[in-house]
């Protein structure tokens, strides 16, 4: 996976924070919130963050000052705020899971109730 078309070198570190959280992170939300993205898709996304924000190029790699975890930590603590795409996966169907629960008479929650539950009143 490779973020193309904007050229690493001509944004700030603010410019790149921004470019990453409003949409790499934000363009795989709907599909993390209905499935479990696999650990290797997840490890993809986090790559080629991590490449996109080091000014990492095809044919040379670059000092990677921080380890990736660090910065995934909120700025209050010393990290730059970037989401664990792992977690934030987890964290999106555990809210699809309460949703089912503290809303039991929705028409999704009807729905998996009578396909998987059928006897169960």
Not at 24 to 38: C, E, H, N, R
Not at 69 to 95: S, T
Not at 98 to 115: F, Q, Y
Request: net charge positive; proline share 4%; with cysteine.
């Amino acid at each position: 996976m490779k973020i193309s078309g904007w050229k690493e070198k001509l944004l700030s570190a603010g410019g790149k924070e921004i470019l990453l959280k409003s949409v790499v992170q934000a363009i795989p939300t709907y599909a993390m919130s209905v499935f479990k993205i696999p650990k290797k898709i997840c490890k993809g996304i986090i790559d080629a963050m991590s490449q996109f924000w080091w000014g990492d190029e095809d044919n040379q790699k670059r000092m990677h000052w921080m380890a990736w975890w660090k910065m995934c930590v909120p700025k209050e603590q010393g990290g730059m705020g970037f989401c664990d795409i792992h977690y934030f996966n987890l964290a999106l169907l555990a809210k699809q899971a309460w949703h089912l629960v503290d809303n039991p008479e929705s028409l999704c929650a009807t729905i998996l109730r009578a396909k998987y539950f059928p006897k169960v009143i």
